[in-house]
């Protein structure tokens, strides 16, 4: 069965320092979403792509992150200048057409420790 | 905007017993709903989804979950749960017109033997 599979699934790294959180995406998809969780708190809609660029973000989405298909199967996003409070859980999804019917396939998660 | 609300944060149950989740929504018109299943150190499978139609609907791992409009809920059920159901539980909703997912704060299960 078909899968979206996130790299690394544990991520340590020094405030201030930039990140790549990557994602393989089920290969027909056409839509891409990042989602993170901060422990104990509810899973939040970061971004969702389409056509190579952003379709929707959401307020957590700032000028810290960036997200990129750099190639025609990975999907990443960037943190540029980590802070503590970008540990969280994040998860990758992806759908094969947009819509709010539309079942998203998640990944495992990328664990993303800011120390 | 949509919203969810999971009241339950951890519920613990026998082995064999019945198991309901509490989902309440809140959305302006009819909403698109979700069940998801989180087990450790996995991502985030659909259970079931309601769009329309039969209010009841049928999941995997015999999970059954059932739209209630006047009460904006969307309650999961199951009849008889197992050791292997322990796992976090998200309901979340669809809008019309957006792409995203406005997810509850999940429930966790435990399943005593």
């Known amino acids: 069965e078909p899968e979206v599979t996130q790299t690394p699934s544990h991520q340590v790294t020094q405030m201030g320092q930039e990140v790549i959180l990557r994602c393989v995406p089920i290969?027909?998809?056409?839509?891409f979403y990042w989602y993170r969780q901060i422990l104990g708190q509810k899973v939040e809609f970061l971004v969702s792509f389409y056509n190579n660029e952003i379709s929707e973000k959401s307020e957590i989405f700032d000028d810290q992150f960036s997200v990129e298909r750099p190639d025609g199967s990975n999907f990443t996003l960037k943190i540029r200048s980590t802070k503590l409070e970008d540990s969280a859980m994040y998860f990758c999804?992806?759908?094969?057409?947009?819509?709010?019917?539309?079942?998203?396939?998640f990944g495992q998660g990328t664990r993303l420790t800011v120390v | 905007a949509q919203s969810v609300t999971q009241p339950d944060i951890h519920i613990t149950v026998s082995e064999g017993a019945s198991l309901e989740l509490r989902c309440n929504y809140s959305y302006g018109a009819t909403p698109y709903l979700f069940w998801y299943v989180q087990s450790p150190g996995q991502g985030l499978q659909l259970l079931l989804k309601?769009?329309?139609?039969?209010?009841l609907v049928q999941g995997i791992k015999g999970f059954e979950a059932e739209f209630k409009r006047s009460q904006s809920s969307f309650n999961l059920r199951k009849p008889s749960v197992h050791w292997s159901d322990a796992a976090e539980y998200f309901c979340a909703v669809g809008a019309r017109g957006a792409n995203m997912l406005t997810f509850g704060g999940g429930t966790r299960l435990m399943v005593k033997p």
């Open positions: 290969s027909n998809h056409l839509y």
């Open positions: 309601y769009f329309s139609g039969d209010t």
């Open positions: 999804a992806s759908t094969p057409i947009g819509g709010g019917s539309t079942e998203a396939f």
